[in-house]
């Protein structure tokens, strides 16, 4: 009875490693790994606790070189996009019905802010007499423009967190995901 329960789980883990699907299994190393290179984590935690808990795989997208990191190889960049004070947005991935980003960009590159060109108009008419010693006395129409206000940026209600890119494989840490 041992045996062919033995028998049977070997052919199961054999029919489960194979799994006749032509696909290449994971590595134990890659298997242990939940999150893979190139994914975002966001969290409310500082960099050196963040360290702490998910491993010095993972880094803070400032824009430091990570030349020799498995991101640089699969990516080819060299460099990770800077995130800070800025928010992501998603790549166009063939969106063309007017709300898509109008100035086509590459993954991971950087867009200035910008306001989208448009008017402002404000009509006035003044009637009667407008001069002290009553030199034009007739109606005047004219423009104007409107005084400044608002803060120092534009930009929608938000809370301030930290964004993580993985840039390697765990490589056996004990505490990397």
């Known amino acids: 009875m041992k045996f062919f329960i033995l028998a049977g789980l070997l052919a199961l883990t054999a029919s489960c490693a194979s799994n006749n699907t032509g696909r290449r299994i994971a590595s134990e190393e890659e298997r242990r790994d939940i999150y893979r290179i190139g994914e975002i984590k966001i969290s409310l935690l500082k960099p050196e606790d963040f360290r702490a808990v998910y491993g010095t795989a993972w880094v803070l997208m400032d824009g430091s070189t990570q030349v020799s990191s498995d991101f640089a190889k699969m990516t080819g960049m060299n460099r990770i996009p800077d995130a800070r004070g800025a928010f992501l947005r998603m790549h166009n991935n063939g969106r063309s019905d007017g709300y898509q980003n109008p100035d086509y960009k590459e993954l991971g590159d950087f867009q200035a802010d910008e306001f989208r060109s448009h008017t402002h108009s404000l009509a006035s008419s003044i009637q009667g007499n407008y ?15 409107t005084g400044a206000a608002g803060g120092n940026e534009t930009r929608p209600k938000n809370i301030t ?4 890119v993985k840039v390697s494989y765990c490589s056996g840490e004990i505490n990397c995901l």
Do not use: E, H, I, L
Request: glycine residues 16%; proline residues 5%; charged residues 15%.
């Open 131 to 145: 001069a002290k010693n009553d030199f034009y006395s007739g109606p005047k129409s004219g423009g104007s423009t």
């Open 161 to 164: 967190v930290n964004y993580y």
